[in-house]
């Protein structure tokens, strides 16, 4: 069975203080819960948020990495850098990264096997623009997206997570109805089914579009949605517990 996994996405957000008073209420919170949590942080948080979690059961990552081992690349951070830090998780491919960063598939795939090269988890993103949905190519995208990722890395597919966001229902308010995420959470599981049986039964599906506390429960009671990538709510530890909370079955 697989275990439901809640990961935070803080974005650009947060400092030392608030930081602190979050991942304080986080840790102290975990422990009432089955699901696996992770906060992924803006990278100069990462050694606080290692202090502040170390010995808990909360994992934390980063939101993404370079695709190179190490050198000339001003800016960057190595997968290398990251385990200096302890992470278990990175987050790959957020639509953000592709869209105002221009990031290709090809460029996540390729970050993914590094990612995997040095024992990190990490958590793919693929999602749809509004008018892609519109245009009914849905299916066609998510399924582009992700395929340079399952070719690149087909012999550890079991080791990655994925993440859907339909790009329509991230900070707009929008969110997916339970039975529209669940359709491409059920188109994903069936391509990795193709790439790989063993794997297709033991890859988390995250759900990545404004999951909230109050919509959490349903979405989560879809077969084939693993958890949630969480973006607003994660900054709130209320919220983000909650939603750890309408994992697990009353």
């Not at 749809?128 to 070719?151: D, F, K, Y």
Request: with cysteine; net charge negative.
């Amino acid at each position: 069975m697989r275990r439901t996994l809640i990961a935070g996405n803080w974005k650009m957000n947060g400092d030392l203080v608030t930081n602190l008073a979050l991942l304080q209420a986080v840790r102290a919170g975990a422990q009432a819960h089955s699901a696996e949590l992770v906060v992924c942080v803006p990278a100069p948080y990462l050694a606080q948020t290692q202090a502040a979690l170390e010995g808990s059961s909360v994992a934390w990552g980063a939101q993404d990495m370079s695709a190179h081992e190490a050198g000339a690349y001003t800016g960057e951070v190595a997968g290398r850098m990251l385990k200096d830090f302890a992470c278990r998780y990175v987050i790959l491919g957020h639509s953000e990264r592709r869209s105002m960063h221009g990031e290709s598939s090809a460029d996540v795939a390729k970050k993914t096997k590094q990612a995997l090269a040095h024992g990190l988890t990490p958590i793919v993103c693929v999602g749809e623009t509004l008018a892609e949905r519109e245009a009914g190519s849905t299916a066609h995208i998510v399924q582009e997206q992700l395929q340079p990722v399952l070719s690149e890395v087909h012999d550890q597919l079991k080791q990655i997570v994925i993440a859907y966001e339909p790009v329509w229902a991230i900070g707009t308010g929008k969110t997916a109805t339970p039975e529209m995420a669940q359709e491409v959470h059920a188109l994903i599981r069936q391509q990795l089914a193709a790439a790989d049986s063993a794997a297709a039964n033991v890859v988390r599906i995250l759900y990545g579009g404004s999951m909230k506390p109050d919509n959490a429960v349903d979405l989560l009671a879809m077969p084939d949605i693993d958890g949630g990538l969480i973006g607003g709510a994660a900054l709130k530890a209320a919220d983000f517990l909650a939603i750890a909370q309408a994992s697990q079955p009353e």
